[in-house]
């Protein structure tokens, strides 16, 4: 079941940035939904934050990786669960590999 509600970091203007509950998006037929488990900060983050150019009110973030929560109608080889990426402009898929620790980072 997709939650109807979300976090999400917004940019509020003047160089801010907030955590807000926003409402999930809609589904189109050729949607994925991934919920994201983890997200970058790149430079381009800082630059729009911290130079002022983003526009107010808008979600940044765009290196993060997640799980499928739900697909369109017509999205077909994409499937509920797996596990992807965002590479820049596309998603790609992630091979499930075991959990392993490193120091300092606790596992999964
Ligand atoms: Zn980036």
């Not at 203007?13 to 790149?42: F, K, N, Q, Y």
């Not at 999205?75 to 120091?103: C, F, K, L, T």
């Amino acid at each position: 079941m997709v939650a109807e509600h979300m976090p999400a970091a917004v940019y509020v203007g003047d160089g801010e940035m907030t955590v807000r509950e926003l409402a999930v998006p809609t589904l189109g037929p050729h949607d994925v939904l991934v919920e994201v488990s983890h997200c970058g900060i790149c430079g381009t983050d800082l630059h729009l934050v911290l130079e002022k150019y983003a526009r107010p009110d808008s979600v940044l973030g765009h290196e993060w990786a997640g799980t499928i929560a739900a697909v369109g109608s017509d999205v077909h080889g994409w499937d509920i669960g797996a596990g992807v990426v965002q590479d820049e402009a596309r998603m790609r898929r992630v091979p499930r590999v075991p959990a392993r620790s490193v120091v300092g980072v606790p596992a999964p």
